[in-house]
């Protein structure tokens, strides 16, 4: 009844002031379920972070705007980890309706999705991304496109791990790009690249990727890098660099 959105008044008042759910273990019986068209999430307005794990969705965010206003729901969250989603192709953050999101959320955390071959498409922007991990998806062959880079200004931590298929981090796919191009990571401090056996580097373009605070950097089981970038690493790392 819960996956269902279905509550008495009782239940529906205590929902009121819920920051924390988990969900785990949903099996939807309809394969193209999205977990905004169960009717649970609606119930939540005051909801910060949302964890989906080991459920049966294929899709986070659907195309379609469900019945309620849920773009002052999604507009608090700022928290979203999906782990172990074996179905899951698309998160859905490129939907019109969940762009309010894109300007709260601080933390996104993927792991255990081999169906998903983009993480999120180009047109996606972040405002307010802190933390990025990406974990056991081996069905991405670039993390984020030039554009969405473009966008992390404030990102602190970037991990990719154990992702079978990726070559590089930054793809120019379907953008403009040109040797005067200059994306900074203004507020890097970690980057954790580890067991990526078909990493070739961090962008193979023309771009330049600047890390002014940059302090740590976890490079690990990545035997195919030819480059971090094509160009020389030294000029965009700053001088207090610490570990490689």
């Known amino acids: 009844m819960i996956g269902q959105g279905q509550f008495d008044t009782d239940a529906a ?34 909801l910060k972070t949302l964890k989906v794990l080991c459920s049966t969705f294929n899709e986070i965010f659907t195309s379609q705007k469900p019945n309620a206003d849920c773009a002052k729901i999604v507009l608090k969250l700022k928290g979203l980890y999906l782990d172990t989603l074996k179905r899951l192709s698309s998160i859905g953050l490129e939907h019109s309706w969940v762009e309010p999101l894109l300007k709260t959320l601080e933390t996104l955390d993927v792991g255990l999705c081999p169906c998903l071959k983009i993480l999120v498409p180009s047109n ?6 802190i933390n990025l ?64 056996p078909n990493f070739v580097g961090f962008h193979t373009g023309t771009s330049k990727f600047i890390f002014p605070l940059l302090s740590q950097m976890n490079l690990m089981g990545c035997p195919q890098m030819k480059y971090f970038f094509e160009h020389d690493l030294r000029q965009f790392v700053p001088s207090n660099f610490a570990t490689l």
């Open 133 to 196: 991990t990406v974990d056991g998806c081996h069905g991405l062959v670039y993390l984020l496109t030039l554009s969405t880079a473009r966008s992390l200004g404030l990102l602190k931590n970037l991990s990719v791990q154990d992702c079978q298929a990726i070559e590089e981090i930054v793809s120019k796919e379907g953008d403009h790009e040109s040797i005067e191009d200059e994306i900074i990571f203004g507020q890097l401090r970690t980057l954790s690249l580890q067991f990526l």
């Open 13 to 46: 008042n205590l929902l009121q002031n819920l920051k924390y759910l988990q969900l785990q273990c949903y099996h939807a019986e309809d394969e193209s379920n999205t977990l905004f068209s169960s009717g649970l999430i609606e119930k939540i307005p005051n």
């Open 124 to 129: 996606v922007s972040f405002s307010n991304l």
